[in-house]
């Protein structure tokens, strides 16, 4: 009895085993037709990396200010009340954009209260805050 139970049961196992080999088999022939591979010689591949850079998609490595906090002339406008005045205060410059506006007595404004803006190559940024206040950067050189 035992013996038959054993058959039985080393029967099943291998008829289990070969059934998933062959759905195995087949999946693989399955994924293997709709793969294709297109052979791209090094000098394409560096054109095309060139005409990204051309494009101006990868912006960050022609930007010339690099991570760090930079002293600024910021042109600040409140057009709720008509209030604008000019300041000189440090800026947080991370991949070429201001990041945080800081102010003397340790106070700053970060993405809680203004976007970031991308520097152009001057060094000039259009900072939206709050309630539409503005403020305009000139990083000092």
Do not use: W
Not at 18 to 37: D, G, L, R, T
Not at 63 to 78: L, M, P, Q, R
Request: glycine share 4%.
């Amino acid at each position: 009895m035992k013996r038959t139970i054993l058959l039985a049961f080393l029967l099943t196992l291998a008829t289990i085993i070969s059934s998933c080999s062959s759905k195995a088999e087949n999946i693989q022939e399955n994924n293997n037709s709709n793969i294709s591979f297109t052979s791209v010689s090094d000098e394409e591949n560096d054109e095309d990396l060139e005409s990204i850079d051309s494009e101006g998609i990868d912006n960050f490595s022609s930007c010339k200010f690099e991570d760090g906090i930079y002293s600024a002339t910021v042109d600040y406008n409140n057009p709720e009340t008509g209030y604008s005045a000019t300041y000189t205060l440090d800026v947080d410059v991370r991949d070429c954009q201001v990041v945080q506006i800081n102010f003397p007595n340790d106070g700053y404004l970060d993405d809680d209260h203004i976007s970031y803006a991308d520097i152009d190559d001057d060094g000039n940024a259009s900072v939206v805050g709050e309630e539409g206040k503005t403020y305009q950067i000139q990083i000092d050189n």
